[in-house]
């Protein structure tokens, strides 16, 4: 089973920057592309970036050229570099693979506001 952990969320300032760690359980990762996901208040969980195996990335149009989505297979890592944060980042931040999402994490809270 595979099992997510979602931190490195908090309070930041606009134009501000965090950084977003997930650990996946399961030798499955290695060999699944890998997403972040977001969920505002009030509206649907979104896709914002996704990484292949390989490394291969894309992004919402939203976070082009802000967030960096990163991987480490030898760890079971994902990350989430999100620079020149805007109020309209803000959400529930969460990780999962793109084709067969498992159970979704806790997620962790992402807040730009001055």
């Known amino acids: 089973q595979v099992q997510l952990v979602e931190s490195g969320g908090g309070l930041v300032q606009p134009g501000g920057s965090l950084t977003l760690s997930c650990a996946a359980s399961?030798?499955?990762?290695?060999?699944?592309?890998m997403g972040w996901y977001r969920q505002a208040p009030g509206k649907q969980r979104e896709l914002v970036a996704r990484?292949?195996?390989?490394?291969?990335?894309n992004y919402a149009d939203s976070v082009k050229g802000r967030f960096t989505i990163s991987r480490d297979n030898a760890k079971n890592m994902v990350y989430l570099q999100m620079n020149s944060l805007k109020p309209e980042d803000t959400a529930v931040y969460y990780c999962?693979?793109?084709?067969?999402?498992?159970?979704w994490g806790q997620g962790t809270q992402v807040t730009v506001s001055s």
């Open positions: 999962n693979r793109i084709v067969g999402v498992v159970s």
């Open positions: 990484i292949s195996s390989g490394g291969n990335t």
């Open positions: 399961g030798s499955i990762f290695s060999r699944n592309a």
